[in-house]
């Protein structure tokens, strides 16, 4: 079973709809939730970071930790053409851990 | 400029040749990445790097060497590359575990 597991989509949505997606890992010692964007031929570059459990809002995302259930969620409210791209989840165990996991990302079209 | 660059941006080589990845940044942190990107796999973590005398394996190791020349340069050595070392590799740079900043990508072909 890999730490973390991600629906690799792809994942079509017209513009201004609600985006939903999300990994579910199984080490419960994952302390610091990512979420990264990567766009086409680009690295990836972070978009929110959570530390253990509740939410965090920035702008038209929103990203969500549920350490009981070992599920994240990263929401995108009004989607735009330009939230078009790869989404990776990423997570660590912390102070001390020597390894960050990446789920395998989720490819979004946001069709105009 | 990129805070954090990658040289070449693409490479085609023979199974067997030696090649060097290099990777520079301007960010000044200490700590210091090499992953690998393949479909339906995701990133895995090649070697890391903590300051200019530390040296770790991560993941996937075998095959690879890496070199910390500063703390601004890391390169990333494929000693007799095989067929399936052809990938997208990223170097990252971070203060921390959780916010790493990556380089553009090298994609490399081996033939």
């Known amino acids: 079973q890999k730490e973390v597991e991600q629906d690799p989509g792809p994942l079509s949505v017209p513009e201004g709809a609600i985006v939903s997606l999300n990994c579910t890992y199984s080490?419960?010692?994952?302390?610091?939730f990512m979420w990264y964007r990567q766009y086409s031929r680009k690295g990836p570059e972070l978009l929110m970071y959570?530390?253990?459990?509740g939410n965090k809002e920035d702008g038209r995302f929103t990203a969500q930790v549920d350490k009981s259930s070992k599920y994240i969620s990263l929401f995108i409210r009004d989607s735009q053409p330009s939230d078009s791209a790869t989404y990776l989840c990423?997570?660590?165990?912390?102070?001390?851990?020597?390894?960050?996991?990446f789920g395998t990302g989720t490819r979004l079209t946001v069709i105009p | 400029d990129a805070d954090v660059t990658q040289t070449p941006r693409n490479r085609i080589t023979k199974t067997g040749k030696r090649i060097m990845l290099e990777c520079s940044q301007t960010?000044?942190?200490?700590?210091m990445y090499w992953y690998r990107q393949d479909p339906g796999l995701g990133l895995r973590l090649i070697y890391y790097?903590?300051?200019?005398?530390?040296?770790n394996k991560g993941e996937i190791s075998d095959g690879y060497s890496v070199s910390r020349q500063a703390q601004a340069k890391f390169s990333l050595s494929l000693e007799s590359a095989i067929p399936n070392q052809t990938a997208l590799y990223f170097c990252?740079?971070?203060?921390?575990?959780?916010?790493?900043?990556f380089g553009p990508g090298t994609r490399l072909l081996v033939l």
């Open positions: 959570t530390y253990s459990s």
């Open positions: 790097s903590f300051d200019v005398k530390d040296i």
């Open positions: 080490n419960s010692a994952f302390q610091y």
């Open positions: 960010k000044g942190h200490d700590r």
């Open positions: 990423a997570m660590s165990g912390g102070t001390g851990a020597n390894n960050l996991f």
């Open positions: 990252a740079t971070s203060e921390g575990w959780e916010t790493q900043y």
